[in-house]
Every structure is written in C-alpha cells, then in structure tokens.
C-alpha cells in the first residue's frame, strides 16, 4: 500500500469511528476545542507542540479517546504522523504515536528512504485549571521513543535508536482577552536528547547528555469554531556536523463541533539533514469519540 493510501485509509478509519462514536464527547462535556488535537507525538497538543491540556472533552467518568493523523509535505521530505491518546477521568493520559519520514532523494550507501519511529507517551495533570482559579492547567509527561530505522541514524554518528523525553506544560483558556477575544497561551519546557524528534537516533557518540528545549504556542479565537494561532519548539544540536533547525509555524484551526477538528498550517522545518528550506503545508484532524 503506498503512503498517499495509508493516509486515505487512515482518514477514513478516523471518520468512521467519528460517526459511530462520537456521542460521549459531543453530548456532554468541556468547552470546544479545550481537549487539544493529536499532536505529530500523539499526546493532547496543538500541532507541533504539547499542551497541559488532555485528550478528550467529556466531563463524566471514565476514558475519553482522541485519534489523529497529519501530513506535511516539505522540499525534501513527506512527514506523517497517525496517533491515539485517552485521558482517565480528565486526571491522566496515555498515547501511541507512529512517524514516518520519507525521503526524496537517494542518501546513497544502501541507506533507507523511508524513517520510521513509534512513540508511547503518559501526561499527568499535576493542578490548576485551563479556564478558572488562579493557577493555569499544568501538566508532566514523559515519552518513549524507538526509531525502526536507523541506519541513516547511525552513519550521521547518533549514539542510540532509542529514547525519553520529559517534558512539562502550562496552559491557560483567557476568556474575553485582548479584542474581546478568547486567547489560548500554551509553554513548555523539555528534556530530550532526540534528533528531529528521534527519526535521526538520539544523542551522538560521544555526546550523550541532554538538552533543555523551551516550546511556546498560542491562539485566537475569533468566534468558538475559528482559531489562528503559531508554535515555536527548539531542538537539540547533537550530530556532528549536522545542522538542527528550531520548528515554527502558524495555523488556522476549525472546530465546527466537539467530534471533529481541522488544522492547516505553514510549518517551516529549516534544515534537515542539512537540507536548507524544509517548510511546506502541514494538514491534521483529530476525532473526539
């Protein structure tokens, strides 16, 4: 099956099970659009970084599901991601997350054109609220990372196939801001030794430790259905040689109801194996079921 058919199967798994499951989310529950969107690492997040926030919108007890998949297509590389997060009673998270990074040209030596890494994450919300009190939503979450390919990993000089990262979240829903607006403010913090996210290995020979990464993102809302807002997320610099591009990008979100929600964004990458101007159109949709 090739990858253009994977990402069609996919987005209609995703819709069926929207349309048979989507009950518990829509019928009772938070606020549109405060249970985040799968991110491209699987957890409850905006596109390219992680919120407080967790999977699902329904305020009754028990489990709530999200399931996502996004495409971003840059000069090149085709970057893909399908994943899956339930929270427990608006209290902790699971997620499974798959990768892909295909690329288009050849690296040459028998090395593979296509990267491949599945991510298992955990988040706990240690306190506050996303819209009430006086302290905001902040959330710990930890993700393990395996690369099944890495050979092209390993001739770049990365140190392991294999990873963690551990990152912290705060964010906050203020309501009736600035313009008489709703504005998301989200920021982090991370360790992690990873290599675009892990698809190039982890750390360096020779270069084990690990980097302290801040990620930022924020929204407006322009009515409960609209929102245009950016991501910025630092990355490590560990590969020798080898030049490691900070992530941005700005998005617009639609969310025309608790079950479904579309973001389209322009993603700029930088360099990539150092390949110079990696940016291009980034498209994700998450299931509330």
């Known amino acids: 099956m090739s990858g253009q058919q994977r990402r069609g199967a996919t987005a209609g798994l995703i819709m069926a099970l929207m349309a048979g499951h989507g009950a518990h989310a829509a ?49 090149d590389f085709a970057f893909d991601s399908v994943g899956i997060a339930a929270s427990f009673d608006d209290r902790f998270e699971l997620s499974l997350a798959e990768q892909r990074l295909g690329l288009d040209f050849d690296p040459g030596a028998g090395l593979p054109r296509r990267l491949r890494q599945t991510i298992v994450g955990a988040k706990l919300k240690l306190g506050g609220d996303l819209i009430f009190g006086h302290l905001p939503q902040v959330s710990a979450g930890l993700q393990w990372k395996q690369n099944h390919d890495d050979a092209l990993a390993d001739a770049l000089g990365a140190d392991q196939d294999h990873g963690l990262d551990a990152y912290v979240s705060v964010s906050r829903l203020l309501l009736d801001g600035p313009f008489h607006r709703n504005w998301l403010f989200n920021g982090g913090a991370r360790l992690s030794r990873a290599n675009e996210t892990g698809l190039l290995g982890f750390g360096a020979r020779g270069d084990q430790g690990y980097d302290l990464l801040g990620e930022v993102s924020t929204a407006v809302f322009f009515d409960p259905h609209w929102a245009l807002g950016m991501e910025y997320r630092q990355k490590s610099q560990h590969l020798p040689g080898i030049d490691e591009s900070d992530w941005r990008d700005v998005f617009v979100a639609w969310f025309p109801n608790q079950r479904f929600n579309l973001v389209v964004a322009y993603a700029d990458l930088g360099t990539i194996a150092n390949r110079r101007d990696q940016d291009g159109l980034f498209v994700s949709m998450t299931g509330n079921f």
């Open 27 to 75: 019928d009772e529950g938070r606020l549109l659009a405060t249970g985040g969107l799968v991110g491209i690492e699987g957890s409850a997040a905006g596109a390219l970084v992680p919120m407080a926030v967790l999977a699902g919108l329904s305020t009754d007890p028990g489990w709530d599901w999200i399931a996502g998949a996004s495409h971003l297509g840059l000069g």
